[in-house]
Nanobody, 122 residues
Framework: VQLVESGGGLVQAGGSLRLSCAGS????????MGWFRQAPGKEREFVAA????????YYADSVKGRFTISRDNAKNMVYLQMNNLEPADTAVYYC????????????????WGQGTQVTVSS
């Protein structure tokens, strides 16, 4: 599966952004999808995940209540709506896919996009 992220940018604290991830290739609609982020000098960390059906979603504690992950299998798209952004959310955001079960470990994911930069100013 090939993945391409878009929607990043510069926003003030308290603002919102919506990231998109376009998927192509076989079986996108049956792959579990995740969003991860990596800030300078830090390890890549889990942000949110959605199961292949869209029925179940999972979030890191740091974004719970502010971010929403969703998917549209008819369009091969996954989204991350980010509200009430904080400077600590500044990072490169990556979309990733995997088979089988949900996971919040980067090493469990098979396919990755190139990332999109999100910068939140104070």
């Amino acid at each position: 599966v090939q993945l391409v992220e878009s929607g990043g940018g510069l926003v003030q604290a308290g603002g919102s952004l919506r990231l998109s991830c376009a998927g192509s290739g076989e079986n996108f609609s049956i792959r579990n999808m995740g969003w991860f982020r990596q800030a300078p000098g830090k390890e890549r960390e889990f942000v949110a995940a959605v199961t292949w059906s869209g029925r179940n979603t999972y979030y890191a504690d740091s974004v719970k209540g502010r971010f929403t992950i969703s998917r549209d299998n008819a369009k091969n798209m996954v989204y991350l709506q980010m509200n009430n952004l904080e400077p600590a959310d500044t990072a490169v955001y990556y979309c990733a896919s995997k088979r089988d079960y949900y996971s919040d470990y980067t090493t469990d994911y098979d396919d990755w996009g190139q990332g999109t930069q999100v910068t939140v100013s104070s």
